[in-house]
Structures are given as C-alpha cells and as structure tokens.
C-alpha cells in the first residue's frame, strides 16, 4: 500500500483548516525486494517471528506498508504532532495495528497565520500575528520497521501563500464594526512582525457622570477666621479663643448657608466595536441626615439652624448627616494637670499643654499654644497653633481607630465571639458523654481558665466609659454597662447566662464601636505651626504651617 499527500489548499481564513491528504494507491510489494531497497533499522521483530511481521516504510512522501506473513503481527503505526492521521476515518491517538487492507489518511493540523481577538469590553480588537508565510508539509523519511511514528515538516522552500492584509480584512467578523479600522497598524505588523498582540479598532468607553456629593460653602467669616465659639452676635472678637489661627475651621452662626448638596449628573454614552451603544453607569444620589441643628433646602442649600461648628460625619457609603457637636474649653493648665481628656464634642485648650497628656474627642481639638508629650486623638480635624514635640496625633479614620473606646469595644467583642464558640464546643463535648452541664457554668469555667484576660478588657472598658458620663455621648451605654457588670462577677449571673445573653452582648459592643465609627468627619486635616520627634497620622490632609524664617 502506498499513501501520498494531495493537492495542499490555501486557507483564507484565521481559523484552524487542516492541510488533507488522500490515499491515492496501493500495491503489494515482494518482501525480499521491499527490504532490499530499503534499509531496515528500528524495530522490525516483535518476538521470535519478527521477520515475519508487518512494515511500515515512510519515503519520498509515501507510506509504505507490507501485510504480515502467516505467523506474524500487522504493523503499528502513529502520528507525531501536527500530523492526524486516520485509520478507516477515525483519529490514530496511539499506536494502532494497521494492513494494507486499511484506508488510511493523514493531515496538518497547524497553527493559524494570525488571530483576531475581542477584548472582554468589547472596545478593543485585537491583531496577533504568528507567521506570515504559508508552506507545504512533507512527511520526514522513516527507515522500515514493524512500528512508526509518523511525522511532518514544513517544506520553506515551498511557499504556498504569503498573508495579505486584503485577507486579513476580508476574514473579520462581518458583525464588527470597524469605523476606526486601523490598517497601517496591520501593515507595519506584516512587514516588521513583533508576534505581539496589535490594537487595530477600537470604540469609545462611556463617560461616567458624576454622583451626588456636598460642597463646602463657608462664610466669608470662617475663611478668615473667626471667633463663633461663644455663640455671641458680635463681628470683632478680643477674646483669644478665637479660631483667626485656623482659617477655615468650619463656625458659621444661625441662618448662614454653609454647605450645597449637589445633584447627580448623568455621563454620556459610548460605543462598542460591534456598533453597540454602551450606556453610562446611573450616577447615584446622597442621602443627607440634617438633623436638629441644620435644614437642607429645595435648592440643595444646607442652612445652620444654630451657630456653632457643623460637623458632617461620614456615616455609611452613601449617607451623610449632620449635627452641632458641644464645646468643652479647657485651660491648658487644668489639661496639664488632669493628665487624661474625653469628650464626645470639640475640645478647645488655651495655653500650652505639657504632657504627658493623653486627649481623646469626638470631635475637633483646638490647642492654642504648644504641645509637649501628648497624645491626641480626634475623630474630626487637629488643630494646634504653635510647636508640637514629641507627640502622637491621629485625626480622621486614624483617630477613631486608636479612640480607646473603639479599640476595647472591638476587641471585646472579638473575645466574645470566641467565647461563644468555646462554650458551644465544650457543651458538645459534654452532652457526646451522655452527661449535662449548665451554659452559665461552661462560660465561668472559661472565664476562670482560657479566657481569663476578659475581666481585664471589661475593667478597661468600663473605666473608659466612665470618664464619658458627663459627655453627650450619643450610643446609649446603660444596657451595655450592666453586661459588662454581669461578666465582671459571672459566678453571680451563671444561672442566667446563657448564649442569647452573649449574643446580646457582643451585639451592644458592636454597636459601640460602630457608632464611634460614624463619628469620623467628612473633611479632616491636621494643622500645626511646627513639629519635632512627633508621629501625625491623618485621614485627609496634614498642613505644617513652618515660616521661611523658621527654616533659617
């Protein structure tokens, strides 16, 4: 039997079109002169009658194949990548036993010239180029032998196409449209190829709008400094607590505008390559929580219903609100000398403050003077009008995080979630022993053994709830403080503790240091005069207002 390859077509297209081939002849062959004119290398024996196998012969193009004599075995043959062959119609995947009576035939299966490719945003094609020419395959000669694996190689002296870019166009999704069709892109593709994937069209992104969002409106007053502190009528102040030293501490007095909320604005549409129209994402809207103290207009004006310090929390993604927090002034003296500072509002200190202080508000904190050895944590802006020397100050997200009432809250409830999960393991354990114990005693074993550490957070955290009491802190504490009574002495309480009582705990942590977390102001900075060996961590700007006399 003799194979040979046929007519090789030219593939148009950037698909993968196996190049055919057709058994055309066959003939039986004597053995002796077969293997006389050929050399017999390979494995010819297949055991003690290998002489009398069948051979397989690969030549000039041919396939040769003699039968098996009466005692002997058919050949084996294979195919070696990109070679397919088949064996009456179905694809060789190992090696198969094959006579002359088998309709055998073989094809290229290659890569394609080149590749079209959509970006998964249907704004870019794409252009990738793997060779240009196009050649013939001829089969690799193999010497007799009772196995083989046949293979191919392409002929480079014999080139059947050479790509074009009229091709290349003509094979492009009829569904694309390529108003932007880059064709010098592909031309300088072809000539000096980088095999690099090429941008040839492109569309157009959609513009997105912009969302609602509050603009700051301050008086001319509170840009220039002013002195609103004292909720007082008059337009000069001598008072030196006043905030000349921080322009655009936000003060404004009853009736003034000091903020806009801005409507939404849609964006504009864009295009995809298949001529699709891609239509901006909805701008969304903010919703804004005036409160008591502010009014939010028709018009989108945010007017002060009091005079005082509007304070815009950031609350939820999409969700403002408003309040007036209260002021406690302090004189830097009596700071100094109480050594600790909370507040649930601002906090003015006059004079110099020599530490070490330690000064936590919900709220803005103003020191006129310097500061020394302090620690001040804000969870608004951090106002200081002269040096700051070896002092650690958080405002904004840093400060809520290191407020002491966020920090022991959060991670009490951590502990207590724990402690809940330990409780419910060591009750399972029990009741698999047949045996029963009551929920109040499992958690009292606990807080006696693994989690002994809790009193100490619970004492922490009921120590710094009551230096709050004579603050308006806004989350209501009472109901939180009798559990923290309950697990301060839980060998009282074991007859009533039970795992809805924890739940309810670690929930009422949680709102906790949730509701710190809101107090985080919207527009936040820290503004100092100087500072030396100190550590100042912002959630939005830090503003050192050094002299180039005090550079000198």
Known sequence: MIIRKSEVKTMPQHFIEPTRYEFVESMMLERSGFLDSSSVEGRLSGGGDGDKNGIILVQNNRIFITPPLPGGKPAL?????????????????????????????????????????????????????????????????????????????????????????????????KSLTLRNLNIPAIYTELIKPTYLPVCIAEGKASLPGKESRLEWLLPEHTIL????????????????????????????????????KLPPEEGLPGFDV??????????????????????????????????????????????????????????????SVSGEIMCAGDV??????????????????????????????????IYVSGQVTLCNLYAGLNGVQQHRLYSFSKLLQEEICGLREAARLLAENVESRQQSVKYGLVILLLLEDKYSHIECLISDLQATLLCMEDSSFQPATDQLKHMLEVFVHPGQYTEIITDVILNTFSRLLGEL??????????????????????????????????????LI
């Open 274 to 335: 298949y001529g699709g129209v891609l239509p901006p994402p909805p701008p969304q809207d903010l919703t804004f929580k005036s409160g008591r103290d502010a009014r939010l207009l028709s018009s989108g004006k945010i007017i002060a219903l009091r005079t005082g310090r509007p304070r815009i929390t950031k609350g939820t993604d999409r969700v403002k609100s408003c309040d007036f927090p209260a002021v406690q002034l302090i004189s830097g003296e009596t700071a």
């Open 77 to 173: 043959i294979s195919a070696v990548h990109p070679v397919v062959l088949k064996i009456n119609w179905k694809t060789v995947t190992e090696p198969t036993e094959v006579t002359s009576a088998d309709h055998i035939t073989w094809e290229i299966c290659e890569k394609p010239q080149y590749q079209i490719t959509v970006s998964p945003d249907k704004l870019k094609v794409y252009f990738t180029l793997y060779r240009a020419e196009k050649y013939a395959w001829d089969l690799v000669n193999c010497p007799a032998s009772f196995e083989a694996a046949v293979r191919a190689e392409p002929n480079r002296a014999l080139t059947l196409s050479t790509l074009t870019i009229e091709q290349i166009i003509a094979s492009l999704d």
């Open 513 to 550: 240091y949730s509701g710190i977390a809101r107090m985080q102001e919207e527009y936040v900075v820290i503004d100092i005069a100087r500072s030396q060996d100190s550590i100042l961590q912002s959630g939005g700007d830090v503003n050192v207002r050094t002299t180039k006399q005090d």
């Open 348 to 381: 003015v200190i006059q004079g110099n403050l020599e530490g070490p202080v330690r000064i936590e508000a919900l709220g803005n904190v103003y020191i006129y003077g310097n500061a020394r050895q302090c620690t001040i944590t804000a969870t608004g802006s």
């Open 225 to 260: 400094g002013n002195g609103m502190l004292l909720e007082t009528d008059r337009t000069e102040f001598t008072n030196p607590l006043d905030y000349r030293d921080f322009p655009g501490a936000p003060f404004v007095r009853e009736g003034e505008v000091f903020a806009r």
